[in-house]
């Protein structure tokens, strides 16, 4: 009994290797626009396509040059003396096979782990290549008047696999780590120190050469071709070729805190310096800058296209394959003795016309307005021409459009809204295959742009805190102003140290601490607007407490969706249901209402019962309720205890933002690089740079080993 009827099995033995190979085609299309455009867009579908075409361009490609080989095989076992002109002509895609297997600039890895099986693909290439050869050495035995032309593509194709292969192999950790000591100990002549001396005792020479020296005569080790004091405007704000060449500056020291290194004292001083200059739209644009560059390190074919030897490579494939096309045109028009297939001569002319349009794509919309491109034409014009024409020449150019270097998103996810979310579709089939609880929670996320004011928040916190000593300690007598008509409590009296005492400690437990505050902030967020003699004081406030629930809801978000980003302290999820099941029993009871279940949540007969059910529960709603007593008093008496309330709300947010920061991996960070990017990343780098984080703690051995004297 055949399965398979015959003529199911000629019509795909007579299209098998058709459509393989327009598949593999239309998989180069996808990774290079979703290569770049994933890392501007969360949305989980680019992702889902992404990953989908890259794991399966390289199986078609290689599925496509086994049948052409099996092809040409089986033709010459059966005594063929020549090959006929569209056997010919299928040879001829074994080449554009192979420049497949290469794969697009935008996208190299898909993800960090792809950078380390380097040595998988140059097995590949060696595997594929020698397919690819036996193809070509067939051909060219049936004296194939494409030989030619062949020859010239299998070239392309091979230099395209290979700088995927090299380029795998710069971005594996091992070589980065190697590239930061290189960098440091090469002569003054290399690329990537052209511009930038090493360090020097004297402070006038530091000057001259474009570094910053800080009020004490102590010199920092600023990696910057320019002295920022020059080219401050007089709104504070410095131009976008100033943070262009700052971010480049910063990016051996970005590279050495993803990798998780230890780094100098001299890195973390002389950033300090430079970041107290900048204005915090120009700080977050900087980093911005710094983790793009780190995108294209990580991804994409960058650390070879920039380069020389890369510049000219992919001037040669383009011209080579421009040549082709006209050469392959000119033999069509020229052999009209021998017959081709439309169908496999238009495949032919479309491999070859999208093989061109591709580069320009890639060169036009993604080379030239890349960064890295922008940073080396102005380090190349600025000591060949003036300032003033550089910048004009600099103005002339295309430039990656503001905001489409990561997401600018922050994902929300509120306990209260979570446990009100009814449940979804087919439940159980979802509950049966294990991806209910995941999906309950993703449907609940909500996106939403990082405002400007928690930025201008978030920095001027961490610049407050980067000038203490111990800017961590519970007695510090530094305070701080997040909402406005509030004081702030230089030292914590005895009713905020019960209050702190109630949630549990952030070091030693930081998943159960988060979700205490967060159903203390939600809580409170809820009901501070209801009573009449607070609610013109609250809506006051309000627009000021938007940013310390954005906070709140970003920090559960991380703690529920991607517990990963945590490398310690993880949320117990086993407590976590039982919080949110008997959350989502008490709205119930009131009919829905998440405000009666807050109001219920305060009333002393109803929380002491959590005492020895749930103790996290009890502890928040305890919190809520003396929180309410102590400021709705001073709001009464003083008008300013909201104020008061919300700001040691947003203080404390702010220190358990801090903290998650601090506990997450390099590693990570530069995962969710590849995702749209993720806030979190850009606090954690903006604290580096305030040197508050613990990769700039060496020893004075270690430091000779990173320093080239």
């Not at 299998?154 to 960098?183: D, P, Y």
């Not at 089939?429 to 978030?458: F, M, N, S, Y």
């Not at 005895?494 to 159903?519: F, R, T, V, Y």
């Amino acid at each position: 009994m055949e399965v398979i009827p015959p003529r199911f099995r000629k019509l795909w033995k007579d299209w098998d290797l058709r459509v393989t190979v327009l598949l593999s085609l239309i998989f180069q299309i996808i990774l290079i626009v979703l290569g770049h455009r994933r890392r501007f867009d969360s949305k989980i579908w680019i992702r889902i396509v992404a990953w989908s075409a890259y794991l399966a361009a390289d199986s078609v490609a290689t599925f496509s040059l086994g049948i052409l080989s099996g092809n040409l095989t089986d033709l010459f076992d059966e005594h063929a003396k020549s090959l006929d002109a569209n056997t010919e002509l299928e040879a001829f895609w074994a080449p554009f096979l192979l420049l497949h297997l290469g794969g697009p600039d935008t996208i190299t890895a898909y993800a960090l782990e792809d950078n380390e099986l380097w040595l998988r693909h140059l097995l590949g290439l060696i595997v594929q290549t020698s397919i690819a050869f036996y193809v070509f050495l067939m051909a060219l035995t049936g004296g194939s008047r494409l030989s030619i032309l062949s020859s010239l593509m299998f070239v392309v194709g091979l230099i395209k696999f290979g700088e995927r292969t090299w380029v795998l192999r710069s971005a594996s950790k091992e070589k980065l780590r190697q590239s930061m000591f290189t960098s440091t100990s090469s002569p003054r002549s290399s690329s990537s120190y052209r511009d930038i001396d090493l360090f020097r005792d004297q402070n006038e020479i530091k000057n001259e050469e474009g570094y910053i020296t800080r009020p004490t005569g102590m010199v920092s080790e600023v990696q910057l071709p320019v002295d920022l004091s020059v080219y401050v405007n007089s709104n504070g704000s410095i131009s976008d070729e100033e943070k262009l060449l700052t971010a480049y500056g910063f990016l051996r020291l970005t590279k050495g805190l993803f990798l998780d290194a230890v780094l100098s004292s001299r890195d973390r001083d002389g950033s300090k310096t430079v970041f107290r200059y900048l204005s915090f739209q120009d700080a977050f644009q900087v980093i911005e800058m710094e983790l793009g560059l780190l995108y294209d390190l990580l991804y994409t074919k960058a650390p070879l296209l920039y380069t020389l030897w890369g510049l000219a490579l992919r001037l040669l494939t383009f011209f080579v394959t421009c040549c082709v096309l006209v050469l392959f045109t000119f033999f069509q028009q020229s052999q009209k003795q021998k017959y081709y297939s439309k169908v496999d001569l238009s495949i032919t002319f479309l491999l070859l016309v999208v093989a061109i349009i591709l580069e320009i794509y890639s060169a036009v919309f993604m080379v030239i307005p890349s960064d890295q491109f922008l940073i080396s034409f102005i380090r190349r014009n600025n000591s060949n021409v003036s300032t003033s024409t550089s910048r004009f020449t600099l103005s002339c150019l295309p430039s990656v459009p503001k905001g489409r270097r990561w997401s600018h998103e922050m994902c929300q996810l509120s306990l209260l809204k979570f446990v009100a979310v009814e449940p979804l579709p087919f439940h159980k089939i979802l509950k049966l295959l294990g991806i209910d609880k995941t999906l309950e929670k993703r449907w609940c996320v909500a996106h939403e742009k990082v405002p400007e004011d928690l930025k201008q928040a978030i920095f001027r916190f961490f610049n407050q805190k980067g000038t203490e000593r111990k800017p961590w300690e519970s007695n510090s007598k530094a305070s701080f102003i997040m909402v406005p008509g509030a004081q702030g409590n230089n030292v914590d009296d005895d009713d905020d140290k019960s209050i702190s005492e109630a949630a549990p400690k952030l070091e030693d437990d930081p998943g159960n601490s988060i979700l205490c505050w967060h159903i203390i902030t939600e809580v409170l967020h809820r009901l501070d607007g209801e009573p009449e003699e607070t609610r013109e004081q609250f809506e006051a406030i309000a627009v000021h407490c938007d940013p310390i629930m954005q906070i709140s809801r970003y920090v559960f978000y991380l703690l529920v969706v991607h517990p990963s980003m945590f490398s310690i302290g993880v949320l117990d999820l086993s407590s976590f249901e039982d919080t949110v099941h008997r959350v989502r029993n008490e709205i119930r009871r009131n009919t829905n209402s998440t405000s009666d279940v807050c109001g219920d949540l305060v009333k002393e007969e109803r929380y002491t019962k959590f005492r020895s059910t749930d103790r996290l529960l009890y502890d928040a709603s305890r919190t809520v309720t003396h929180l309410r007593k102590k400021y709705g008093e001073q709001a009464r008496a003083q008008g300013q205890g909201l104020a008061e309330k919300w700001n040691k709300l947003g203080c404390t947010w702010l220190k358990i933002l801090a903290f998650a920061a601090t506990k997450s991996k390099g590693s990570q960070h530069g995962q969710q690089l590849r995702r749209g990017g993720e806030f979190l990343t850009h606090v954690w780098l903006l604290m580096a740079h305030f040197g508050m984080i613990d990769h700039f703690q060496i020893s004075e051995l270690q430091l000779t080993r990173l320093y080239f004297y």
